[in-house]
Nanobody
């Protein structure tokens, strides 16, 4: 059973940056596809970014392309989401997800974290 724990959320002004972390335990981290999703109040959860495996393909939602970057540290079993040039519309709870088989934009990942709140003020 894989467990995911996110951290790094908070309140930031528009134009600022945050780095989210997702620490994984209980699985072979380097072989898992990792994704980040977010859910704003009153909206459905939406895809942000996914990385197929360590050193593998990555895809971003158009809304964050060029501003957000996913990275992995296999030694620490941690995936990061660097968020730059933040906008008020980026405000949401951000979730980390992992999957052994699935890699994509749908929320069909096997494991999910509890989420971390990101609030961007205008």
């Amino acid at each position: 059973q894989v467990q995911l724990v996110e951290s790094g959320g908070g309140l930031v002004q528009a134009g600022g940056s945050l780095r989210l972390s997702c620490a994984a335990s209980g699985g072979t981290f380097s072989s898992y596809a990792m994704g980040w999703f977010r859910q704003a109040p009153g909206k459905e959860r939406e895809f942000v970014v996914a990385n197929r495996r360590s050193g593998g393909s990555t895809m971003y939602a158009d809304s964050v392309k060029g501003r957000f970057t996913i990275s992995r540290d296999n030694a620490k079993n941690t995936v990061y989401l660097q968020m730059n040039s933040l906008k008020p519309e980026d405000t949401a709870v951000y979730y980390c997800a992992a999957s052994r088989e699935y890699w994509g934009t749908k929320d069909e990942y096997d494991y999910w974290g509890q989420g971390t709140q990101v609030t961007v003020s205008s």
